[in-house]
């Protein structure tokens, strides 16, 4: 691809939704109301496994305010599953896990809703649901739900396995996927050194700083509003209307501003329960999560257990791994446990590796997508043995990855082979980086890790207007989590060479919006992107066909250039016709123009980064502090730098966060002891340094600009990179996350 | 019953009616419609409501409404003053120091308490003085140019 030259792109205007956030006049989920609404309360279970033997709803009905009570029994469990890009989403598990029918399976399920004119009397009323539970051992492990005689969750799972396997019986075990290459044994009889260890990581969650809130309203024609803070307005539409067998075509999903999701605002929580209680009470329910509830009942990500064995030359050349994954799926199938194992050696061209992952239901709530989902706990596994093996080698550790690292025309572990990929290119700027260059401070340790994410396309729409005025509206379906909507505006700018100030993006409802799959898989920026890009070379065709009416020529005529229209023919006499000249004109050449497209690219570029962490240890209490640290990644092109350093370090903030504190600590019973920000320790500004984003541009040949996703890869590398810089500031390899001060400590006395 | 509070809001005199228990956040958010204070936790931990009582940062969840009356409360909609942004107001834009924005306005009211008592912060003190503020989108870094941006411009506009 030949350097392309850009005007706009790659420039760092302030963004377009910044005004409205500075001064608090965004709203975001919570932030509407509307003249009689009703406040909606969840009924949760206190225990983590429980038969429901029955509800009694009397005493909660009686209470002042109350106007309406559902269970189970008033939503149909379907058994539906829902298109959803490559997959489908199984609706019959979203749907038991809106409201536990039979079984409440995690400390925290839904077991019934309240609807009341105040939040205290709905509360109130909730108290006094009555719920009749028999008891069964919940089962909190990988390990305890494999073994023979454990608890079985659902008597009715069957493994789904890639390649089939035969089905034995009732199992916890919902998934399997193994991946091959090559010959393992000889691969490992090969060997100069061989390295096996078992990684533990807790559950962990996505942390968004705004809980899950809703509004839903059904009109008297039976329309259904839903305002909502979701990372998939479509989604919500078509989840709610196939939980509840409504028509979707009646159902209008308005997304408000998002405070955060990271992909735990894919999953419908709460809207079907509040359009039930809508519709039953005939007034507008208002449903907001607490911040308890958050912990307890959204998705956090996959406690896992990874066991990894590599082998390597003396040079360092990988020439065998195999690894093992157990990812807990929470109380229903669907861990990230596939993608985990998918993504593991796909930084690495390991001639023989085999690799088998298994997606384990516990008593725990259902896993939600987490920022590259699996990626960063296999990560984690793979980067610490890599980096016991350089530092038992004596091998420079950007060195080793170089020996290793995937380029071109290598295949993946998952099958196919590489396009243009940034792995090396990212590594070189690691080795060329100021971090990399200055020695380690004395007392400190400095750790190596990398990361890959495949990136998503998936379906997208777009919707370009040209003002008679020359500036421009651009129209998209996407919820903007970090900054999309700026980089949609560049774009356009871009494209029609008009100032970005010039152009008012939005993000639209679902019936004013084309279709566009939900704000995830780093896939807006790219595949949202790519619909904007060609809405707005269709308003450029649109400009080429008025200049023509202007000059009395034919379009082929004409051609585009610099945010101009201007003569084919050199000699041609006539002066080019800027975007505002031709748009002035609007009415007399045709009326207005509306740009369009639509796109559905099959997968996007991947993404590989590396993080460079240098952690300082007090050995007499086991604190931890991250002194510097440096995030590097290939962008493919950076549309808004700065929207993209702010991926990097945030998705390093909460990696970082994950590895030294972030951990749910359950009770014997399966209730989460530290369900709040006092005790989950996410990260504050003085726990951290400033951090280094270093961008490279290997651009993404499936996309107009060479962009690829950016806004998960940078969350894979911090596991490994804080543990391999523990490692080396403590003398002692640590396998199991978090690395806090207790465990920490506990190891620096031991010794070993 | 409910109680009758007078006070001040964002410079301006103002009364309403709350719950005796209810919370100033929700009297911001819900008596007054000022939903420019979020609600993060509700136990004090993320910073998300935070606003001015008397000049001092506070979290508005665990101040009871009936506390405000007869003081003075600074909101983040009290921050800008007409069509002008406060200095922090335009670091945060200029530094991208948000990405869903959620955390900013409660980031905004405690910097600027700051910046009210120390105009010349160093990378520490502003980091420690926001450690009670959460945000999960930036890593922080950004959010600390920002305010140290707007010291710098703020005492070069005095100097």
């Not at chain 1, 994954?325 to 199938?333: F, K, M, S, T, V």
């Not at chain 1, 566009?516 to 080429?544: F, K, P, W």
């Not at chain 2, 509700?42 to 998300?48: F, I, K, P, V």
Request: aromatic letters at 6%.
């Amino acid at each position: 691809m030949s350097e392309q030259i850009f005007t706009t792109v790659g420039t760092r205007p302030i963004r377009h939704d910044g005004v409205d956030k500075v001064t608090g006049r965004a709203n975001y989920g919570a932030d509407l109301s509307l003249p009689g609404m009703l406040y909606g309360v969840v009924v949760r279970s206190p225990h983590a496994h429980a038969r429901i033997r029955s509800i009694d709803t009397s005493a909660a009905l009686a209470v002042p305010g109350v106007k309406a009570i559902i269970t189970g029994q008033d939503v149909p469990l379907v058994d539906v599953k829902l298109g959803m890009g490559e997959g489908a989403m199984d609706l019959k598990d979203m749907s038991d896990n809106l409201l536990a029918r039979t079984k409440a399976l995690y400390h925290g399920h839904a077991v019934a809703a309240v609807a009341a004119t105040s939040l205290a009397a709905a509360r109130a009323a909730a108290k006094l649901v009555c719920v009749d539970y028999e008891l069964l051992e919940p089962v909190l492990s990988v390990d305890r739900a494999l073994e023979p005689g454990a608890p079985i969750l659902h008597d009715d799972l069957v493994t789904q396995a890639r390649p089939p396997i035969e089905a034995t019986g009732p199992t916890n075990i919902a998934g399997r996927l193994e991946l091959q290459r090559g010959d393992l044994a000889a691969g490992f009889a090969a060997a100069d050194i061989v390295v096996e260890r078992v990684f533990r990581t807790p559950t962990s969650h996505q942390g968004y700083i705004e809980p899950h809130a809703c509004v839903a309203r059904v009109n008297e024609d039976g329309r259904i509003n839903i305002w909502t803070s979701t990372q998939g307005p479509f989604l919500v539409r078509d989840a709610t209307a196939a939980m509840l067998g409504l028509d979707a075509a009646n159902i209008k999903v308005t997304p408000s501003e998002i405070g955060g999701g990271f992909g735990g605002k894919i999953p419908v929580y709460l809207e079907p329960l509040a359009v039930v209680l809508a519709r039953q009470t005939q007034r507008p329910v208002k449903m907001v999560m607490t911040r308890d509830e958050v912990f307890r009942a959204s998705g956090p990500t996959s406690a896992t257990k990874i066991r990894v064995k590599l082998g390597a030359k003396k040079d360092g050349s990988i020439v065998a791994a195999s690894a093992s994954l157990y990812y807990e799926a929470g109380a229903y199938r669907g861990s990230p446990s596939g993608a985990g194992a998918m993504c593991m050696f796909a930084p690495y061209n390991i001639p023989n590796f085999h690799i088998d992952a298994y997606d384990v239901v516990v008593n725990k709530p259902k896993v939600a997508a987490y920022r590259a989902p699996g990626s960063p706990m296999a990560a984690l596994a793979i980067e610490s043995a890599i980096d016991e093996i350089a530092t038992t080698l004596g091998l420079d550790p950007v060195e080793i990855r170089l020996t290793n690292a995937v380029t071109e025309g290598n295949l993946a572990p998952y099958g196919p082979p590489y396009g243009p990929i940034g792995f090396r290119a990212v590594l070189e700027r690691v080795k060329a980086s100021d971090h990399w260059q200055t020695p380690v401070a004395p007392g400190v340790g400095r750790g190596l890790a990398c990361g890959f994410w495949f990136n998503a396309g998936m379906s997208s729409s777009a919707t370009v207007m040209l003002g008679s005025d020359g500036s421009a509206a651009v129209i998209t379906g996407n919820p903007d989590i970090g900054g999309t909507r700026a980089a949609q505006a560049m774009m356009v700018a871009e494209e029609l060479g008009i100032p970005v100030e010039r152009v008012r993006p939005s993000v639209a409802d679902t019936d004013t919006a084309g279709f566009t799959e939900i704000t995830a898989g780093s896939r807006v920026c790219y595949a949202t992107g790519m619909a904007v890009i060609e809405a707005s070379r269709d308003v450029r065709e649109q400009l080429r066909g008025r200049a023509a009416k202007i000059w009395g020529v034919t379009v082929d005529e004409t051609r585009w250039e610099h945010g101009r229209v201007v003569p084919v023919t050199p000699s041609d006499a006539r002066t080019p016709l800027t975007v505002p000249e031709i748009a002035a004109k609007l009415a007399k050449t045709g009326g207005p123009i509306i740009g369009r497209a639509s796109v559905n690219p099959p997968m996007a570029g991947p993404s590989f980064a590396a993080h460079i962490c240098d952690i300082q240890v007090d050995r007499e209490t086991g604190v931890s502090k991250v002194v510097r640290y440096t995030a590097v990644q290939d962008a493919g092109k950076a549309v808004h730098p700065s929207y993209v350093e702010g991926q990097m370090q945030g998705g390093a903030s909460q990696g970082i966060g994950w590895a030294l504190n972030e951990e749910y600590i359950y009770s014997a019973a399966g209730v989460m002891e530290n369900a709040g920000f006092l005790d989950y320790r996410m990260p504050v500004a003085s726990d951290l340094p400033m951090i280094d984003a270093l961008i490279v541009e290997v651009p993404h040949p499936g996309h107009p600009y060479g962009v690829r996703g950016v806004g998960e890869v940078p969350i894979v590398p911090p596991l490994g990179a804080v543990a391999n810089a523990m490692s080396h500031a403590t003398g002692l390899r640590f396998t199991e996350l978090p690395l806090s001060p207790p465990r920490v400590l506990a190891r620096l006395q031991q010794g070993t | 019953m409910k109680l009758h509070i007078d006070t001040t809001l964002n410079q301006e005199p103002a009364e309403f009616l709350c719950a005796p228990d209810e919370t100033l956040l929700s009297a911001l958010r819900n008596e007054l419609g000022l939903t420019g204070t979020k609600e993060g936790c509700g136990t004090g931990d993320c910073g998300a409501c935070s606003v001015l009582l008397d000049g001092r940062v506070v979290a508005s969840c665990l101040v009871l409404a009936a506390e405000v009356q007869g003081r003075a409360v600074t909101t983040i909609e009290g921050i800008a003053s007409g069509t002008t942004l406060h200095p922090l107001q335009t670091a945060f834009l200029k530094e991208a120091a948000l990405q869903c924005g959620v955390c900013t306005p409660g980031f905004i009211v405690a910097a600027k308490a700051l910046l009210d008592v120390n105009l010349d912060p160093t990378e520490e003190q502003v980091r420690y003085w926001l450690a009670g503020n959460l945000c999960r989108c930036t890593g922080y870094d950004k959010i600390v140019r920002a305010v140290l941006d707007a010291a710098a411009n703020m005492r070069s506009t005095r100097a």
